[in-house]
């Protein structure tokens, strides 16, 4: 059995509130009767706590108000000075969540009295003589009780620490977080937001959201809103165009996220964002310098291309102006004749020349080589003002609007001025579409994308086939309509894509190929273009040993994508 004195140690650790180390819980007891006041002490003491004794109200309060952590005061209902009564109701004016623990002992044991003690804030009652059992259960109330005050007083730091957090993190974060309760009104509205609109938190927070005074596409923003809402979805807008405070237009990337408490009954939006604008400016930039860089690679094959047709033009022409000498010699030789044929006389010397001359022009030759000349003269002038044109078409001034575009003349474009890129390794192959309506699109970045698939089946393809060039792959490039969609399909005889990299290929800079021939920006600018900026699809089939098809499937309105989004 073990002695009292452990079972106090034992109580006494209990006796403890958390966060107060060692310290027990301090109690005061104020009694005018000495007597009482050492018996309760010497109990108290025993029983682990640290214990003062005072002998009237003023004292207690004083000692009350010099201590520190959690407390119990032990008052008696008579004293001098102040009594038990008047102490309670003076401690509890303040308002503060530590507040002592408070039990009147007295010999009026009356019910009214004990209302009376607990209506003046005592939290405990105790009548005289003390029952040292009861004594100690009761303190073992308030030793409860304080540790549950201490542990609300603990949340309740918690929580407001938790929430300083909260706001300095809503502050600091760079994106804009707008946050709007049930009734539509703003109850949230951070730094960014404050920046981005230039609209500061003290004018929108409480303003109604639909009137907070943002230049944007609200029928989007509300419908978005609404659909979020009954919906109770994430919705996302990509590239919302606003207007800036500076008055130039901007780009904003949105989400709008339903906020529903635990409960599931309070509904809130929290709209997340960020001004993309720089970044579309850098993305623009990035598009721009591919595209000088394929022109720069292109530039030395299309050098190439207008030369050859240049070159027999120039043969072609030098033979016409060999024949022509020749024709000429024979001309004059035959005007010669003729005069002397005017004047009445043959001179046989005269007529000698002439045949000589005429057998020396190669008049049956002539005949034949001339118009081929002339004919072969002119395809190679068509020829170089067709790659002059293609490439026109090929570096379309960028456009900001989408423009009804005919796809098969943007192919035909693309594929002259690419000839170099895949004539050594492949024949090209149009399988367009003649009844091919046209596409609104932007045509300089569609240009892009479709030599970026020709270049890259090429580029398959040379990995295939043999470098003298005695057997060339095919390349394929296809166009139809399929219901609201046209479709691209750029096919090569490659070597397909491995699976390993299937899921990377569109990945900026991703590259298999050796520094000079590949920088990996391809596709990704292929996917930006046709999936961000056209709605539409880019997807490819491939086998390995047979070959890829890259299949671009674009809107033929503007509906179209959205009902696929949806
Ligand atoms: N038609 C194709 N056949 C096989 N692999 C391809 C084909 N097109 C693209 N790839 C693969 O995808 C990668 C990324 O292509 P791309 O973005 O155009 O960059 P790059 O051509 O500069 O490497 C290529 O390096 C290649 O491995
Ligand atoms: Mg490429």
New binding site residues.
Partial sequence: MPSTNTLNRYAARSWHVPDHGDQPVRIVVADDSALFRTMLQTMLTEWGFEVSTVADGREALTAMSDSQGPLIAVLDWEMPGLNGIQVCKEIRQKETLEQPYLIIVTSKAQGADKVAALEAGADDYLGKPVNEDELRARIGVGVRTLKLQHHLIRSKHELRRALVETQELITSISSILIEIDENGKICRWNQAAEQTFMIPASRAVGCSFAEVGIQWDWPTVMDAVLRCDTQKTHIRLDEMTYDRPSGKKGFLEISLNPLVSESGNRWGILLLGADITEHKQMEAQLALAQKMESIGQLAAGIAHEINTPTQYVSDNLRFLQESFAAIQTALDALEELYHTVCTGTVNPSTMEQAKTALEAADLDYMREEIPTALKQSLEGAERVASIVRAMKDFSHPGLIEKKPTDLNKAIHSTVTISRNEWKYVADLVTDLDPALPLVPCLPGELNQVLL??I???A??IA?VVSPDGDQKGTITVSTRVDGEWIEIR?A?T?????PA?RN??????????QVG??????????HDVVVKKHGGQIT?E?EVNQ????IVRLPLHDGVHKKACS
Avoid at 494 to 498: E, S, Y
Avoid at 547 to 550: A, E, L, M, P, S
């Fill in positions: 970026n698939l270049v890259n089946a580029h398959a990995e750029v090569d490659g070597p397909g894509i491995p990299i990377k290929i569109f990945d900026p800079f991703f590259t298999t190929k021939k590949g920088t990996g920006q391809g596709l990704a600018i292929a490819f491939t070959g890829t098809t890259f």
